[in-house]
């Protein structure tokens, strides 16, 4: 791993705006596109090109990324350029702090001193502090966001992923080091994501016509007292400072899948709160992809850590699942009849009381499991 030397990039004592701002008022900072002249040039200046070798080819990571990564295939190795921008990557208009990508460098510097938690993730190869700009290992071609069009996810491949979360939260659990790498303003920007983006409603007509009987379902469950409760209560206990290190946005594009089994990528999420969300996230894309008996492994594998509320958990997959059903972010791949029986399931997960719901979980678990 190789750092580069820290210039202050603020002489106008404000970050670029946008794309045009960037380019017209901070020249000195380099950019990342997938242009071929520009990455050579920036990967010859920083001297990380081996003598006589040159780029293939570049591609542009998934459209859903926080930040902007490149792949760069070389006629010697494949890496990844991943930079920070003042936003988000995926919605400009959101805007987020540059320093989240040196809090990710710091935790992948932590990994590589812990033999699993380095064998989930990727190498750090340099950082460059000027251009808030890692050059990480390639863990994988492939993510799992396929799942929901049935993609094989078998059940090994969830058990890796569930060792990991297990070994992550309790690794890191109430330990005083964790705080520095607390971030508000990412935690913020998954909580309006998740709670409060969701709940509007929608104001063009078209929009409302082409869903009709989904945004009828939606007006019910926001008119429901018992359905805003919980919701509300849930987006309360998300903003807790929480006792351990969690990725915070445990999604599938961030699964990949590598040559051996599985490994986790974009962690410029990662902050210090409750276990719960991590696998609330987990629970929730399993429903959606319809692994229902993935789902109750999952319950019965996951290591609970100390006063982890499982309840908490349900009320996190329930918002997620209304999320990716009716929000701005809904998976476009659901069927209308599948976002209303997902959309029940989400009723249920988020104002079932706690009696009742871990009764019906018993039951099903009895009933589904036969591994």
Request: net charge positive.
């Amino acid at each position: 791993m190789i750092f580069s030397p820290f210039v202050s990039n603020l002489k106008n004592k404000r970050l670029p705006k946008d794309y045009e701002d960037w380019e017209k008022n901070f020249p000195e900072l380099f950019f990342l596109e997938a242009k071929q002249p520009k990455v050579e040039i920036y990967l010859q200046s920083i001297q990380f090109l081996y003598p006589q070798e040159s780029i293939v080819s570049l591609t542009t990571e998934s459209a859903r990324r926080i930040d902007k990564i490149v792949r760069v295939e070389t006629s010697h190795r494949t890496f990844l350029l991943k930079q920070s921008r003042p936003w988000i990557d995926c919605c400009p208009s959101s805007r987020a702090p540059m320093g989240r990508i040196l809090k990710e460098a710091e935790f992948y510097s932590l990994c590589s001193k812990d033999s699993i938690l380095r064998s989930y993730v990727p190498s750090l190869l340099y950082v460059d502090k000027t251009n808030y700009l890692l050059i990480l290992s390639e863990l994988g071609k492939k993510d799992y966001s396929a799942i929901y069009e049935k993609e094989p996810f078998s059940i090994d491949e969830l058990t890796s992923l569930l060792d990991f979360l297990s070994y992550l939260h309790s690794t890191f659990y109430q330990k005083k080091m964790i705080v520095k790498f607390e971030n508000q303003a990412m935690r913020k920007y998954h909580w309006r994501n998740l709670f409060v983006s969701p709940m509007k409603q929608k104001k063009s007509l078209s929009d409302y016509k082409k869903n009709e009987s989904i945004n009828r379902l939606k007006r019910k469950f926001l008119a429901d007292w018992k359905f805003y409760s919980a919701m509300k209560q849930a987006a309360y206990h998300y903003l807790d400072q929480g006792p351990t290190l969690i990725h915070g946005n445990f999604l599938p594009f961030s699964w990949i899948r590598t040559g051996t089994g599985v490994g986790i990528s974009d962690f410029e999420s990662m902050i210090c709160g409750r276990p719960e969300i991590d696998l609330g996230l987990l629970l929730s894309h399993l429903l959606l992809a319809g692994l229902v008996e993935h789902f109750f492994y999952a319950l019965s594998y996951y290591r609970l850590p100390e006063s982890f509320e499982l309840t908490l958990a349900f009320k996190i997959a329930g918002a997620e699942i209304f999320r990716r059903c009716i929000g701005p972010d809904a998976l476009g791949c659901l069927t209308p009849q599948t976002k209303e029986n997902l959309l029940s399931t989400s009723y249920m997960l988020l104002t079932e009381e706690k009696e009742v719901l871990f009764q019906s979980i018993r039951k099903m678990l009895n009933r589904q499991l036969t591994f």
